[in-house]
């Protein structure tokens, strides 16, 4: 019998209203799911996004949809024993001002 092993996704989902003027919201998830293999993985990153997605109306009557995008990746974590303080996920990137640009936590400061 294979053991679980964690595996960390990278889930891309996309919010979408039908109010006038809304610009569509991008999320990025990151979870932690435990799975045989990278297959079987992917399949639970899969289903963990279909439980996140839909649609509900806000309370100015505006449809809202969260809607998945992309699975990013789905990479088997760093170290099997998930303790406190572990590393779970890296990945490399040779763009500094992009991720900047990109990254709202960074705004203008470094």
């Not at 679980?4 to 109010?19: M, Q």
């Not at 006038?20 to 990151?30: K, T």
């Not at 649609?55 to 406190?84: C, F, M, P, W």
């Not at 890296?90 to 991720?99: C, G, K, L, V, W």
Request: glycine share 4%.
């Amino acid at each position: 019998m294979t053991t679980e092993k964690p595996f960390v996704a990278i889930l891309l989902y996309v919010s979408t209203s039908d109010a006038p003027g809304h610009q569509p919201l991008y999320r990025e998830d990151i979870v932690l799911l435990y799975a045989r293999d990278e297959q079987e993985a992917r399949e639970a990153a899969q289903r963990h996004a279909d439980q996140e997605t839909g649609s509900y109306h806000n309370e100015a009557g505006d449809l809202l949809t969260l809607s998945l995008k992309h699975i990013v990746d789905v990479a088997q974590a760093l170290y099997d024993d998930i303790d406190r303080g572990a590393d779970l996920y890296a990945r490399h990137f040779t763009d500094y001002e992009s991720y900047r640009r990109f990254e709202p936590l960074l705004s203008e400061k470094d």
